[in-house]
């Protein structure tokens, strides 16, 4: 069984960074695309970023590139997103998930993810 764990939310101001980290358990991710998704009061659950464990190939929402850095640790099994310049639009409950031999074209739309961790909260303040 596949469980995910996402740690490293907080409040933050604005300009400032936060590294996010899912840990997972259960499963080895030699042939996942791992995504970060997030949600915000009201809102519709977004992509924000996602890494495929088979060829190293990523891709970002158009409202986070160049901000945030999506990587892997393959002894910790572990997932991170780092945060950097964040905005108060940034604000919401982040979600990492998995999904096993999804396309990286897909890696964005959480409709196509399988396993998902409790959400961290991050807030930045104006």
């Known amino acids: 069984q596949v469980q995910l764990v996402e740690s490293g939310g907080g409040l933050v101001r604005f300009g400032g960074s936060l590294k996010l980290s899912c840990a997972v358990r259960?499963?080895?991710?030699?042939?996942?695309?791992i995504g970060w998704f997030r949600q915000a009061p009201g809102a519709k659950r977004e992509g924000v970023a996602c890494?495929?464990?088979?060829?190293?190939?990523?891709d970002y929402a158009e409202s986070v590139r160049g901000r945030f850095t999506i990587s892997k640790d393959n002894v910790e099994n572990t997932i991170y997103l780092e945060m950097d310049n964040l905005e108060p639009e940034d604000t919401a409950t982040y979600y990492c998930?998995?999904?096993?031999?999804?396309?990286?074209?897909?890696?964005?739309?959480?409709?196509?993810?399988?396993?998902w961790g409790q959400g961290t909260l991050v807030a930045v303040s104006s």
């Open positions: 998930a998995t999904a096993r031999g999804l396309a990286i074209e897909h890696g964005l739309q959480w409709r196509w993810f399988d396993d």
């Open positions: 890494l495929s464990t088979y060829d190293g190939t990523s």
């Open positions: 259960g499963v080895t991710l030699d042939y996942y695309v």
